[in-house]
């Protein structure tokens, strides 16, 4: 079974600053995606970034981009010039290819402070 | 294009009742799965449907079941409440592109619907 392991449960930034959010799972499948969603206190789960195992490139989204590390199977969110809107829960999520399960990590909470 | 709505977003029930919440996914999103939220489990899956059929189930008992309809819309029911079932259940839909072939494609996820048993 896949797992996914966020070890920050919390952090936090000043605004303006850039932040790296870690994730690290298991599998051994070779065709999978990965995700960061976050969550704000609406709770409205909201997509940041997704990444394709099979890409070497990194994913970038605007002030989000991720360091996916494939043979450590680490996959690193981070956020540049932060902003207050930034606050909220996030996660990071493994999907094996062909299937529609979604597995979480555990979350972590940011803060971006003013 | 209008994101997935949940109804209700917030519920009420006593333990032993059962409850029925309602997922409509994006257009065009034939795939809807179903998500359990707990501060204690985090964000676990319960199961997902396409093509009105059951895909893939989660490790939840018997007395969690859904279906879906026609329209892609798809349903939730919890009979028998218990304590534990109070959460946040959050509906997801996509295209599933995978059922042809082994790609995913992006779930995007409704506001949920707050279960609280009392």
């Known amino acids: 079974a896949q797992t996914v392991t966020q070890s920050q449960p919390e952090m936090s930034v000043q605004e303006a600053e850039t932040v790296t959010l870690s994730c690290t799972y298991d599998t051994s499948e070779s065709n999978y995606y990965l995700f960061w969603y976050k969550q704000p206190p609406s709770r409205q789960m909201i997509l940041v970034i997704r990444?394709?195992?099979?890409?070497?490139q990194n994913a970038t989204e605007n002030r989000f981009s991720v360091n996916f590390q494939k043979a450590a199977k680490s996959f690193s969110l981070k956020i540049s010039d932060s902003q207050l809107g930034d606050t909220a829960m996030y996660f990071c999520a493994f999907m094996q290819g062909g299937s529609e399960k979604l597995v979480f990590g555990k979350g972590t909470k940011l803060t971006v402070n003013p | 294009k209008a994101g997935v709505t949940q109804t209700p977003r917030y519920l009420i029930k006593t333990r032993g009742q059962q409850v029925t919440l309602s997922c409509s996914p994006i257009?065009?999103?034939?795939?809807v799965s179903w998500y359990q939220q707990t501060p204690g489990q985090g964000l676990q899956f319960l199961f997902e449907y396409f093509s009105e059929t059951q895909r893939n189930k989660g490790n939840f008992p018997g007395r969690f079941s859904g279906r879906q309809f026609s329209n892609s819309r798809s349903e939730m029911n919890v009979s028998t409440l218990e304590l534990g079932d109070s959460a946040l259940y959050l509906c997801?839909?996509?295209?599933?592109?995978?059922?042809?072939?082994?790609?995913?494609?992006?779930?995007?996820f409704g506001p949920g619907t707050r279960l609280t048993v009392l």
């Open positions: 257009s065009g999103h034939r795939s």
């Open positions: 997801a839909s996509s295209t599933r592109p995978g059922l042809a072939g082994r790609s995913t494609d992006t779930q995007y």
């Open positions: 990444q394709e195992a099979y890409k070497q």
